[in-house]
């Protein structure tokens, strides 16, 4: 057999076991006199292996693993690999799905946030907020909670969310008291009033360590998230919060 016919007797193309030869799958057979590759019936037999073991989604290393055991022990243990490879990208795509039907939902009762597609826990979050009055401070929060959405891991993001549903009925009060601070200096004596009415409104596990070179700087919030978070903001603004923080750590202690 030349290489179109041994190829469509297999059902594959004849670039495609030029590939396999290339690969060292299908090893080349002997030519003819005129230069030409005669295939026989073994050679047909190996490639139409190779194209049931492609079929069941095994990628060419994969193969060569089970053609290289002539006892057939290594395709038991690679089938096995793929079957639990194939229940976890299922497992993941159904994940997917429930996510994309509740934000379909969501975006059918027209709650989805124009900044969306958005995780279920800050759709949540965000609706509970409702409208809030033109504030920057507002903004900029709803950036930090979309940039947060992403970066967190999955089960810490579920956790904050859960606790900042519980501050975000106080978001009101604070937002005016942060966007008074805008461009006052860090000595201003606004400062503790917003970090006091702050503090209030957060919940003890929310109080964190801002990172290093930070005024309480103890290093255990991310630094480039904390980068993120304090960007932008005044140094009277960027005090209220570190003094928050600080002011519900020592709650959290004495609670205790």
């Keep these: 057999m030349r290489i179109g016919e041994i190829a469509a007797l297999v059902g594959v193309t004849p670039r495609a076991v030029r590939h396999y030869h290339q690969s060292g799958l299908l090893p080349e057979p002997a030519r003819r006199a005129n230069g030409y590759r005669e295939y026989g019936v073994r050679d047909a037999v190996l490639l139409a292996r190779i194209r049931r073991l492609t079929e069941l989604g095994l990628g060419l290393d994969e193969v060569r693993v089970v053609l290289a055991d002539d006892e057939g022990r290594g395709l038991v243990e690679v089938l096995e690999e793929l079957a639990g490879d194939l229940a976890r990208q299922e497992a993941e795509i159904r994940a997917r799905r429930e996510r994309l039907s509740a934000l379909l939902d969501e975006a059918r009762a027209g709650r989805l946030p124009a900044d969306g597609p958005l995780s279920p826990e800050l759709t949540s979050l965000l609706v509970g907020l409702g409208e809030l ?23 810490e993001r579920a956790r904050l969310m859960s606790l900042m549903e519980g501050a975000a009925e106080h978001a009101r009060e604070v937002y005016p008291l942060l966007d008074a601070l805008s461009g006052a200096e860090a000595d201003d004596p606004r400062v503790a009033e917003a970090a006091r009415v702050l503090a209030g409104c957060l919940p003890d596990e929310l109080g964190v360590d801002m990172p290093s070179g930070a005024p309480d700087g103890a290093g255990s919030l991310d630094t480039s998230l904390a980068d993120a ?8 603004q960027s005090a209220a919060i570190h003094l928050a923080m600080r002011l519900v750590r020592e709650r959290r202690e004495q609670n205790r």
């Design 229 to 236: 978070l304090f960007a932008d903001l005044a140094p009277a």
């Design 133 to 155: 009055p033109e504030s920057p401070m507002a903004a900029k929060d709803r950036q930090i909670l979309a940039l947060m959405d992403v970066v967190v891991p999955e089960e």
